[in-house]
Nanobody, 124 residues
């Protein structure tokens, strides 16, 4: 089970930190991702972090502004979002799956577990 939190309303240029709490004794074997879905658009990958935490991948649009991290001791994943833009407005979802191929990172269908999502709204 995944529980995302930390969303809210922020002005452009501001920051938010999303958190995802995971339950399960195999968390350290899961690849963890943050997806987002804006109104009228498909769900897309924002960032992914490998089970070990040693590899991260970001969507081009968020590179250098977003940072994904994890704490395997606490079963937590975070997404630090800086210099937010209005087009970052979306519902952000935490997703998890046992280790998957690099080529499968960006496909929502690759993930077995999803949180409910947290709304991020960036005003101009």
């Amino acid at each position: 089970q995944l529980q995302a939190s930390g969303g809210g309303l922020v002005q452009a240029g501001g920051s938010l930190r999303l958190s995802c709490a995971a339950s399960g004794r195999t968390f350290r074997d899961w690849d963890m991702s943050w997806f987002r879905q804006a109104p009228g658009k498909e769900r897309e990958l924002a960032a992914v972090i490998r089970y070990s935490g040693g590899t991260t991948v970001y969507a081009d649009s968020v590179k250098s502004r977003f940072t994904i991290s994890r704490d395997n001791a606490k079963n937590m994943v975070y997404l630090q979002m800086n210099r937010l833009k209005p087009d970052n407005t979306a519902v952000y979802y935490c997703a998890a799956t046992p280790r998957i191929a690099y080529s499968a990172f960006a496909m929502p269908s690759s993930y077995q577990y999803w949180g409910r999502g947290t709304q991020v709204t960036v005003s101009s």
